[in-house]
């Protein structure tokens, strides 16, 4: 994926790219932090090569991305950020009209997320907030740590990040589409660069030994186009409005073809070094346990097949834990090291995933896959290679929780009736409001899964939090949940608590399930920041 390039502002002017400057006025805190880069993409519709084989090689129809260095690319473009170094990205709806194109079972009406960012409510990417062909959006990222608007506080400061398309009714038809890509933060100790003379630089891997990797199943029919399963939500035309018959309520959606970064089961020649993967769970349903394997006869070698994980979400840990297994549910990221100088020239080592799913894809069946699903291929070569990268023992310190700032305690029951997901027992509103949280408060939250079926990673927007208790016991200090984080995995009867802050910003923001199925069959919520007086 490349990395994407930044433009001048004054290449916004071109009618081509939207022939407007920047608005402050529609951003909140724009002056304050002014953007130091801009950037454009266009959103179209093109062929894709998952494969070079038949009958993939003639490409199948996608949403894909165009910009000033790359072209119709899936998934998008790889942004480099740092603190403290505000951006305004600007992206144009180039697709065809509603209707009209060649991938049936998406709608190119478009609401990008940045997933897990601190990010104002206009440049949120909340579900009512998209753009027609023919339009564009505008987002502005002011890349400054939650709560700390000078900048100085690290424990807030995350790393990998994605975006997705988080249109309403059809965030899961859009993403599985094309409509994703990665959000990469930097800052003077995660500073990509791995021979930084900082002494307070961690020296992870960088640059091609830093490789961000996006995990989609994906169903396709006889001539190698992508197809969405057999409930596919039929689009359907109401008072100008394009919406999904719900008539095919689904519990998810599995394809049957694994993909790494839209290619059909990869490869990746490998030097004898360590490698820093940014994994991320692309979705739509699919939940992973993945394991790494190897051919190699040397003993050395297969006790060197335990991933060494750095973060859970978008968070650098405290101190790296090592398992022999990676859980990944729908937009969880990890970022792990693999030290190929284990192995010999000549091994392969393999990512498999040996999560039993239901076929419904509501949740995992409880079985374990003997030989799992192959995912990735990793081809170790020969010859001596300098390795400069470091692996810290201490990261980044966890902010402190304090019950005496909470001002409010909410509980979110998760559910399934008569064909919906539902919160509360409510569907998804764009025009209702079901909490006013005061800007600058803390709350205490508890998310049930009430059902006795179905798994729901939960996200909520803008802010994350820090879990405290799960299913009656506390999370164990330096433990895998002992981190922020801003996915919940919410498995049958699970309850969850959660302590959280909310800072900076003021507007709606949403909460859902982030299968997308069920969040597009209505389990989402909408949240208000609102001034301080003003909440309920």
Same mark, same amino acid.
């Given at each position: 994926?490349?990395?994407?390039?930044?433009?001048?502002?004054?290449?916004?002017?071109?009618?081509?790219?939207?022939?407007?400057?920047?608005?402050?006025?529609?951003?909140?805190?724009?002056?304050?932090?002014?953007?130091?880069?801009?950037?454009?993409?266009? #959103?179209?519709?093109?062929?894709?090569?998952?494969?070079?084989?038949?009958?993939?090689?003639?490409?199948?129809?996608?949403?894909?991305?165009?910009?000033?260095?790359?072209?119709?690319?899936?998934?998008?473009?790889?942004?480099?950020?740092?603190?403290?170094?505000?951006?305004?990205?600007?992206?144009?709806?180039?697709?065809?009209?509603?209707?009209?194109?060649?991938?049936?079972?998406?709608?190119?009406?478009?609401?990008?997320?940045?997933?897990?960012?601190?990010?104002?409510?206009?440049?949120?990417?909340?579900?009512?907030?998209?753009?027609?062909?023919?339009?564009?959006?505008?987002?502005?990222?002011?890349?400054?740590?939650?709560?700390?608007?000078?900048?100085?506080?690290?424990?807030?400061?995350?790393?990998?990040?994605?975006?997705?398309?988080?249109?309403?009714?059809?965030?899961?038809?859009?993403?599985?589409?094309?409509?994703?890509?990665?959000?990469?933060?930097?800052?003077?100790?995660?500073?990509?660069?791995?021979?930084?003379?900082?002494?307070?630089?961690?020296?992870?891997?960088?640059?091609?030994?830093?490789?961000?990797?996006?995990?989609?199943?994906?169903?396709?029919?006889?001539?190698?186009?992508?197809?969405?399963?057999?409930?596919?939500?039929?689009?359907?035309?109401?008072?100008?409005?394009?919406?999904?018959?719900?008539?095919?309520?689904?519990?998810?959606?599995?394809?049957?073809?694994?993909?790494?970064?839209?290619?059909?089961?990869?490869?990746?020649?490998?030097?004898?070094?360590?490698?820093?993967?940014?994994?991320?769970?692309?979705?739509?349903?699919?939940?992973?346990?993945?394991?790494?394997?190897?051919?190699?006869?040397?003993?050395?070698?297969?006790?060197?097949?335990?991933?060494?994980?750095?973060?859970?979400?978008?968070?650098?840990?405290?101190?790296?834990?090592?398992?022999?297994?990676?859980?990944?549910?729908?937009?969880?990221?990890?970022?792990?090291?693999?030290?190929?100088?284990?192995?010999?020239?000549?091994?392969?080592?393999?990512?498999?995933?040996?999560?039993?799913?239901?076929?419904?894809?509501?949740?995992?069946?409880?079985?374990?896959?003997?030989?799992?699903?192959?995912?990735?291929?990793?081809?170790?070569?020969?010859?001596?290679?300098?390795?400069?990268?470091?692996?810290?023992?201490? #990261?980044?310190?966890?902010?402190?929780?304090?019950?005496?700032?909470?001002?409010?305690?909410?509980?979110?029951?998760?559910?399934?009736?008569?064909?919906?997901?539902?919160?509360?027992?409510?569907?998804?509103?764009?025009?209702?409001?079901?909490?006013?949280?005061?800007?600058?408060?803390?709350?205490?939250?508890?998310?049930?899964?009430?059902?006795?079926?179905?798994?729901?990673?939960?996200?909520?927007?803008?802010?994350?939090?820090?879990?405290?208790?799960?299913?009656?016991?506390?999370?164990?200090?330096?433990?895998?949940?002992?981190?922020?984080?801003?996915?919940?995995?919410?498995?049958?009867?699970?309850?969850?608590?959660?302590?959280?802050?909310?800072?900076?910003?003021?507007?709606?923001?949403?909460?859902?399930?982030?299968?997308?199925?069920?969040?597009?069959?209505?389990? #989402?919520?909408?949240?208000?920041?609102?001034?301080?007086?003003?909440?309920?």
């Amino acid at each position: 994926m490349p990395v994407a390039q930044s433009v001048p502002q004054s290449d916004l002017l071109d009618p081509s790219l939207g022939g407007m400057a920047p608005d402050p006025e529609r951003h909140q805190l724009y002056d304050k932090f002014t953007p130091q880069k801009f950037y454009y993409e266009r #959103m179209q519709e093109s062929r894709w090569s998952y494969h070079p084989q038949p009958p993939f090689d003639q490409g199948s129809w996608h949403y894909t991305f165009t910009g000033p260095n790359f072209t119709n690319i899936a998934p998008g473009p790889t942004y480099k950020a740092r603190y403290g170094e505000p951006v305004f990205v600007r992206r144009l709806n180039e697709h065809p009209e509603i209707g009209t194109g060649n991938v049936n079972f998406a709608v190119p009406s478009f609401s990008i997320h940045l997933h897990n960012g601190h990010t104002a409510s206009e440049s949120d990417g909340i579900p009512q907030d998209y753009f027609e062909p023919g339009e564009f959006w505008d987002y502005h990222y002011g890349n400054f740590p939650a709560g700390d608007q000078t900048g100085r506080d690290d424990r807030e400061r995350m790393t990998t990040l994605w975006y997705h398309d988080h249109r309403l009714d059809f965030t899961a038809t859009n993403v599985y589409a094309g409509n994703a890509g990665f959000y990469l933060l930097f800052d003077e100790k995660d500073s990509d660069n791995e021979r930084d003379t900082n002494p307070h630089a961690f020296r992870l891997p960088s640059g091609e030994y830093d490789i961000p990797l996006i995990l989609h199943d994906v169903q396709f029919d006889e001539n190698g186009q992508v197809v969405w399963d057999f409930f596919s939500p039929d689009i359907q035309e109401i008072d100008g409005e394009y919406l999904p018959s719900f008539q095919h309520a689904t519990f998810g959606m599995l394809g049957d073809t694994m993909t790494v970064n839209r290619t059909i089961q990869p490869y990746l020649d490998v030097k004898r070094r360590k490698y820093r993967f940014r994994i991320l769970n692309g979705g739509p349903s699919r939940l992973y346990e993945l394991h790494l394997a190897t051919d190699s006869a040397d003993p050395n070698a297969q006790r060197a097949t335990n991933w060494l994980i750095l973060s859970n979400d978008g968070n650098l840990r405290e101190t790296p834990i090592e398992s022999e297994t990676l859980k990944l549910w729908v937009a969880n990221r990890n970022d792990v090291i693999i030290d190929f100088s284990n192995f010999n020239p000549g091994d392969n080592v393999y990512i498999v995933n040996r999560l039993g799913m239901r076929e419904d894809g509501a949740g995992q069946d409880g079985t374990q896959l003997d030989e799992g699903h192959l995912i990735m291929q990793f081809r170790v070569q020969a010859g001596d290679v300098e390795d400069p990268s470091q692996i810290p023992d201490f #990261m980044r310190r966890q902010p402190d929780i304090n019950f005496n700032e909470v001002r409010r305690e909410r509980v979110w029951d998760f559910d399934y009736d008569s064909g919906l997901f539902t919160v509360n027992g409510e569907l998804m509103d764009p025009n209702r409001t079901d909490a006013k949280i005061e800007r600058g408060s803390a709350e205490i939250w508890t998310w049930r899964n009430t059902g006795d079926s179905w798994a729901h990673p939960v996200h909520s927007h803008m802010e994350e939090f820090q879990i405290f208790e799960v299913n009656g016991k506390p999370v164990e200090p330096f433990s895998f949940l002992d981190t922020k984080k801003d996915v919940v995995e919410l498995g049958p009867g699970d309850e969850v608590k959660f302590f959280g802050r909310w800072r900076d910003f003021l507007g709606p923001y949403i909460m859902h399930c982030h299968n997308v199925v069920h969040e597009d069959h209505a389990m #989402m919520v909408r949240w208000d920041l609102v001034e301080p007086g003003d909440g309920d």
